[in-house]
């Protein structure tokens, strides 16, 4: 049973360019988030995604937007990179929350390294 | 505003003896809590999680105790082992919500001596 994938797992991008992220989930789950994580940080989330639509965002600027598709994997896309940008990109996969119901545990993949020069 | 925090950024350990990793969390209505082990280059990697109606939870070397009174969560890792070294991190989420989104602590990197 695979467990999250992310591709590609390095990437090197230079200011003012535009990146696409992508990301499959874990085989069963549902849900899709995003996270960013600065070297010596933890991780910050940026979107979730659910049934191909944002359901929760975090503080992001408009660059970064996103994708769910019907097979449940997700991109994420970010416009115009700026040099602090430069991050670990995290996906994490899950079973939506059903109304009344208990959060369930997220599995995370390896992370695309993004470096902006 | 919300925030999870760490007490300390860096604890060391002799091989074989007992961690403690603390977290305070700021936000009473968070019901739903869990420890990722993060190691260089991967991934978090999820370890235990705890919900609001539990005090105390025990998995395989590791044991997980939330101190509601005072926002407090705590890693407790027997027989600590040099693969035990990584970075550990809480994390926290409001169920209400229902949207399983995780808000991440800083960090604590946890140094096994041999």
């Known amino acids: 049973d695979a467990g999250v994938t992310q591709s590609p797992t390095h990437l090197i991008k230079t200011r003012g360019q535009q990146v696409t992220l992508r990301c499959s989930p874990k085989s069963g789950h549902d849900t899709v988030s995003w996270y960013q994580q600065a070297l010596g940080q933890g991780p910050q989330f940026i979107f979730q995604y659910y049934e191909e639509e944002e359901r929760q965002r975090g503080n992001f600027p408009d660059r970064f937007s996103g994708h769910q598709f019907p097979n449940y994997s997700s991109e994420l896309n970010v416009n115009a990179l700026l040099l602090g940008d430069s991050a670990l990109y995290l996906c994490?996969?899950?079973?939506?929350?059903?109304?009344?119901?208990?959060?369930?545990?997220?599995?995370f993949g390896q992370g695309t390294r993004l470096t902006v020069v | 505003g919300e925030s999870v925090g760490l007490h300390l950024p860096t604890l060391s350990v002799q091989e074989g003896d007992n961690s403690i990793i603390n977290c305070a969390y700021s936000?009473?209505?968070?019901?739903?809590f869990i420890w990722y082990k993060q190691e260089s280059g991967k991934g978090p990697q999820f370890i235990i999680d705890?919900?609001?109606?539990?005090d105390k939870r025990q998995g395989q070397r590791v044991t997980v105790l939330l101190n509601k009174t005072v926002k407090h969560l705590s890693l407790q890792i027997a027989a600590t082992q040099p693969g035990d070294s990584a970075v550990y991190f809480c994390?926290?989420?409001?169920?209400?919500?229902?949207?399983?989104?995780?808000?991440f602590g800083q960090g604590t990197t946890l140094q096994v001596k041999p």
């Open positions: 994390a926290e989420n409001k169920g209400s919500s229902n949207t399983g989104k995780l808000i």
């Open positions: 936000n009473s209505a968070s019901d739903y």
């Open positions: 994490a996969s899950s079973l939506a929350i059903r109304a009344g119901g208990l959060n369930t545990e997220a599995f």
């Open positions: 705890i919900r609001s109606n539990m």
